[in-house]
């Protein structure tokens, strides 16, 4: 297949490699502003990648031409940061022709609806289809431009559904062979419920919001960071996340529980579970508190939580408190802003029942 990659990051770099490596055609796309990874690669002829994915892997082409990324491209990966994904959409929108797929990896907590929205596709008509996957498929850091260690490729519990769910089983048959760690999920709010990040990243960072700017995030993320009362935290907030999926008839496994099934865990449990963890071992802390960890997590993922939850008349009061501290640590109103909400997407005003049919 031709297979096009946005997003010159850990995950995109990653993806591209692997697809590579097992006999596909890839070009990578970022925007000029991002330069440093693109150059790299299109300067060396593709990627280099240690550790469980070894080797080089040739990239037909990499830089800021989107026309040419998409050009042929069967299957496009839409893959970064929350964030990334309606500027990609944007960037795809005069590109797009039917019979395209697009992925994006990972949903983040409604990537699908906003690749939809962003990129103004119509479902029904256009021939386009739009899928999400629940997580990335590896643990991977760019050790420096066109270079990755790939520490883990997750060997299950990575979920896929398309938008609408009836081309589930297509997109996941054509993807199976580069992962075969990918389950199909009954519908995306399946795949955007079992994002675990927002359950993780902000409990850890908000309770160690002070070490982070004493010591510039020079301490171990999981091993040090996290402790029984940041397990106790995860958990409340894990808890009302699975809570939410029960309500729509949607089993969400809980985050240590995944986290073995994926490789990176050992102990199902929320204390030990990950401090112990040899997926997350020598991971070190962000080096201040205005990152991902806060931004994505909180602003996208708990902010999209708790609209949800709301919506569907759960308690949703840690995740809640949740944000507002975070809101008051941040000076910003991850509230107000909003960029991902069941409103947003024309669906606040539907039933658990109602939702689930719209989006078989």
């Not at 096009?4 to 490699?17: K, V």
């Not at 997580?135 to 609408?164: Q, W």
């Given at each position: 297949?031709?297979?096009?990659?946005?997003?010159?990051?850990?995950?995109?770099?990653?993806?591209?490699?692997?697809?590579?490596?097992?006999?596909h055609t890839v070009r990578l796309f970022d925007f000029?502003?991002?330069?440093?990874?693109?150059?790299?690669?299109?300067?060396?002829?593709?990627?280099?990648?240690?550790?469980q994915l070894k080797g080089f892997a040739p990239i037909?082409?990499?830089?800021?031409?989107?026309?040419?990324?998409?050009?042929?491209?069967?299957?496009?990966?839409?893959?970064?940061?929350?964030?990334?994904?309606?500027?990609?959409?944007?960037?795809?929108?005069?590109?797009?022709?039917?019979?395209?797929?697009?992925?994006?990896?990972?949903?983040?907590?409604?990537?699908?609806?906003?690749?939809?929205?962003?990129?103004?596709?119509?479902?029904?008509?256009?021939?386009?289809?739009?899928?999400?996957?629940?997580?990335?498929?590896?643990?991977?850091?760019?050790?420096?431009?066109?270079?990755?260690?790939?520490?883990?490729?997750?060997?299950?519990?990575?979920?896929?559904?398309?938008?609408?769910?009836?081309?589930?089983?297509?997109?996941?048959?054509?993807?199976?062979?580069?992962?075969?760690?990918?389950?199909?999920?009954?519908?995306?709010?399946?795949?955007?419920?079992?994002?675990?990040?927002?359950?993780?990243?902000?409990?850890?960072?908000?309770?160690?919001?002070?070490?982070?700017?004493?010591?510039?995030?020079?301490?171990?993320?999981?091993?040090?960071?996290?402790?029984?009362?940041?397990?106790?935290?995860?958990?409340?907030?894990?808890?009302?996340?699975?809570?939410?999926?029960?309500?729509?008839?949607?089993?969400?496994?809980?985050?240590?529980?995944?986290?073995?099934?994926?490789?990176?865990?050992?102990?199902?449990?929320?204390?030990?579970?990950?401090?112990?963890?040899?997926?997350?071992?020598?991971?070190?802390?962000?080096?201040?508190?205005?990152?991902?960890?806060?931004?994505?997590?909180?602003?996208?993922?708990?902010?999209?939580?708790?609209?949800?939850?709301?919506?569907?008349?759960?308690?949703?009061?840690?995740?809640?408190?949740?944000?507002?501290?975070?809101?008051?640590?941040?000076?910003?109103?991850?509230?107000?802003?909003?960029?991902?909400?069941?409103?947003?997407?024309?669906?606040?005003?539907?039933?658990?029942d109602q939702l689930t049919q719209m989006l078989k």
């Amino acid at each position: 297949m031709q297979i096009a990659i946005l997003g010159s990051g850990n995950g995109g770099c990653a993806m591209a490699f692997d697809f590579s490596q097992h006999g596909h055609t890839v070009r990578l796309f970022d925007f000029d502003r991002f330069p440093k990874n693109t150059n790299a690669i299109s300067e060396a002829g593709g990627i280099h990648s240690e550790d469980q994915l070894k080797g080089f892997a040739p990239i037909e082409y990499a830089g800021a031409d989107i026309a040419h990324v998409l050009d042929g491209a069967e299957m496009i990966f839409a893959v970064g940061p929350a964030y990334s994904t309606a500027p990609f959409a944007e960037a795809c929108k005069p590109h797009l022709r039917p019979g395209q797929t697009v992925v994006i990896c990972p949903s983040s907590c409604g990537g699908s609806f906003e690749f939809v929205k962003a990129a103004e596709i119509d479902l029904e008509n256009d021939g386009i289809i739009v899928a999400e996957t629940s997580t990335l498929p590896y643990a991977v850091r760019l050790t420096e431009p066109g270079k990755i260690r790939v520490f883990l490729k997750l060997k299950a519990g990575v979920f896929l559904a398309a938008h609408p769910a009836k081309n589930t089983d297509q997109v996941l048959s054509r993807v199976k062979d580069v992962y075969p760690c990918i389950s199909p999920a009954t519908n995306v709010l399946q795949t955007s419920l079992q994002n675990g990040n927002p359950v993780i990243h902000p409990a850890v960072t908000l309770l160690n919001a002070a070490l982070i700017e004493r010591t510039g995030g020079d301490f171990f993320f999981y091993e040090e960071g996290v402790t029984p009362a940041v397990g106790r935290l995860m958990e409340a907030i894990d808890k009302e996340r699975v809570a939410i999926g029960s309500k729509l008839g949607l089993q969400i496994i809980p985050d240590p529980e995944l986290g073995c099934l994926q490789g990176y865990m050992q102990i199902a449990d929320y204390d030990k579970g990950f401090s112990t963890a040899r997926g997350f071992a020598g991971i070190k802390a962000q080096s201040e508190l205005d990152n991902r960890y806060f931004q994505e997590d909180v602003g996208y993922g708990l902010v999209f939580l708790k609209s949800l939850g709301e919506q569907l008349n759960v308690d949703v009061s840690n995740i809640s408190a949740l944000i507002q501290i975070v809101s008051v640590l941040m000076d910003r109103d991850y509230l107000a802003e909003a960029p991902r909400t069941m409103d947003r997407y024309g669906l606040g005003e539907h039933s658990a029942d109602q939702l689930t049919q719209m989006l078989k």
